[in-house]
T-cell receptor
Framework: SQKIEQNSEALNIQEGKTATLTCNYTNYSPAYLQWYRQDPGRGPVFLLLIRENEKEKRKERLKVTFDTTLKQSLFHITASQPADSATYLCALEMDSNYQLIWGAGTKLIIKP | EAGVTQFPSHSVIEKGQTVTLRCDPISGHDNLYWYRRVMGKEIKFLLHFVKESKQDESGMPNNRFLAERTGGTYSTLKVQPAELEDSGVYFC?????????????FGPGTRLTVL
């Protein structure tokens, strides 16, 4: 079955630098790969979606890349701010049935 | 526009008791999902409604879990009888997919503790 790996250790980044988070999967490529942000005590919030045939997607300070050869997605936050501190989750949608398979998330800490 | 709401926010029950969780999706959203996150684990899909119909219930753990969505509006998830391993955070999400994407909007979750 599909497994998703995200760094389990917290990522500490200095304010203003670029934060890069990794999402690796094991089996065949998903139709869509999504990134979410989750704050303590809240539900995940959708950030970006990238399709299997796309290499890169951007939204403001966020950028997602998708490499189906490496079976990996990278999530970048440029000019990071303390308010970006949260847990970031990647989720795979294997086909168009909308069921999401989730990674455990990486906690990002932006230090002022 | 109101987001997805869930009730209660917390529930503490004894093993063997029954608990019913409620989810109110965003108005007009046909798709409704239930997910669960057990402590220290990743979020797991439970089931998916399209309006009042169960589209996919492959993630439901066992027959102690019953989800309903009468009238295609709010949904309930009943656990009867609850077991210790049912403890976790139950999330509900709703969406109205279009050709391009299906952005799911999540509620804050219900934290269930079974003692």
């Amino acid at each position: 079955s599909q497994k998703i790996e995200q760094n389990s250790e917290a990522l500490n980044i200095q304010e203003g630098k670029t934060a890069t988070l990794t999402c690796n999967y094991t089996n065949y490529s998903p139709a869509y790969l999504q990134w979410y942000r989750q704050d303590p005590g809240r539900g995940p919030v959708f950030l970006l979606l990238i399709r299997e045939n796309e290499k890169e997607k951007r939204k403001e300070r966020l950028k997602v890349t998708f490499d189906t050869t490496l079976k990996q997605s990278l999530f970048h936050i440029t000019a990071s701010q303390p308010a970006d501190s949260a847990t970031y989750l990647c989720a795979l949608e294997m086909d168009s049935n909308y069921q999401l398979i989730w990674g455990a998330g990486t906690k990002l800490i932006i230090k002022p | 526009e109101a987001g997805v709401t869930q009730f209660p926010s917390h529930s503490v029950i004894e093993k063997g008791q029954t608990v019913t969780l409620r989810c109110d999706p965003i108005s007009g959203h046909d798709n409704l999902y239930w997910y669960r996150r057990v402590m220290g684990k990743e979020i797991k899909f439970l089931l998916h409604f399209v309006k009042e119909s169960k589209q996919d219930e492959s993630g439901m753990p066992n027959n102690r879990f019953l989800a309903e969505r009468t009238g295609g509006t709010y949904s309930t998830l009943k656990v009867q009888p609850a077991e210790l391993e049912d403890s976790g955070v139950y999330f509900c999400a709703s969406s109205q997919p279009n050709y391009f994407t299906d952005t799911q909007y999540f509620g804050p979750g219900t934290r269930l503790t079974v003692l």
